[in-house]
């Protein structure tokens, strides 16, 4: 029952008349032996840990080990709070979410890698923020999870989730389609709705490199972060107004996954290019590691 493309991921969704999240039940059950309820149960540990992810940083200063990064989820938070942003509730919430884990990771406290530590704070500032949003109950938010691996599943088998491989259009890019998958399913979307959102999301980061200051996960891996969980709703909002990618999935995951490979490696977590060999981002990296 493994899909292996969209194309057959679809299929498989209108051949049975399911969602993408009763698929992703369905194939936990089948490859791992496990129970349905068993599935569940996994994913209700999953979404604890990103929930206390998402809220502690926005209930308290979090700071990371080296000191770069830190306090901006609590910042933002409280900002959003006056009524007095641009972009309203739901987007506030969502950026103040994936800075809060992000934040979180740095600290080394514990987080859900979902596709991976570095673009930890996405997928759960989209599912957390656009839960709040539909008032959903703990059920809609695991229908939102459960939507986004089988998303993530296809963008695994057919390109990388790893910046190392692929630069951040691998990591944040992913965990941005995987948002954005999750929330059309939520809102009520169908299979093809949640990949024509995550495929409008790969368009929009190819070429994104990873270039962490320092080496290390905090520097602009956070804002990212940030700035990969509000893709996610614009992308949403699109689809559900009815917009559809003129790109299939299927081909903008190989077009990342292309472009990703002719990245060089000094743009694939290396520190070795971007905002990491800046004046400032040396100037960071002495302040953590000295000279």
Request: proline share 3%; glycine share 10%; with cysteine.
């Amino acid at each position: 029952m493994l899909a292996k493309t969209g194309v057959e991921l679809l299929e498989i969704c209108k051949k049975h008349k399911i969602s993408l999240s009763e698929y992703a039940i369905r194939c936990e059950v089948e490859e791992k032996g496990l129970t349905r309820d068993e599935v569940i149960e996994k994913m209700k540990k999953i979404l604890k840990v990103m929930i206390s992810a998402a809220n502690e940083g926005m209930e308290k200063e979090v700071y990371s080990v080296s000191g770069l990064i830190g306090g901006d989820a609590f910042k933002l938070y409280n900002y959003a709070k006056e009524g007095k942003t641009l972009t309203g509730d739901v987007t506030n919430l969502a950026m103040a979410m994936a800075l809060s884990s992000s934040e979180v990771n740095a600290s080394m406290g514990k987080i859900v890698a979902c596709p991976t530590a570095g673009s930890c704070g996405i997928l759960p500032a989209v599912i957390l923020s656009v839960g709040k949003k539909l008032e959903l109950d703990e059920a809609g938010l695991l229908k939102g999870l459960l939507a986004a691996s089988a998303v993530g599943i296809i963008i695994g088998l057919n390109a990388t989730l790893s910046g190392a491989e692929g630069g951040c259009q691998a990591e944040c890019g992913s965990a941005s389609a995987m948002g954005a998958a999750a929330a059309v399913e939520m809102m009520g979307g169908t299979p093809e709705m949640s990949l024509d959102a995550a495929a409008i999301i790969l368009k929009n980061v190819l070429g994104l490199v990873c270039d962490p200051v320092a080496g290390l996960v905090e520097i602009p891996c956070a804002k990212r972060n940030a700035q990969g969980a509000i893709t996610a709703l614009c992308a949403v909002d699109m689809v559900m107004a009815g917009v559809a990618s003129k790109i299939p999935f299927d081909d903008a995951v190989s077009a990342m996954y292309k472009v990703g490979k002719c990245l060089p490696p000094s743009l694939r977590e290396t520190a070795l290019g971007g905002v990491a060999t800046t004046k400032e981002g040396l100037k960071l990296k002495e302040k953590v590691f000295g000279k």
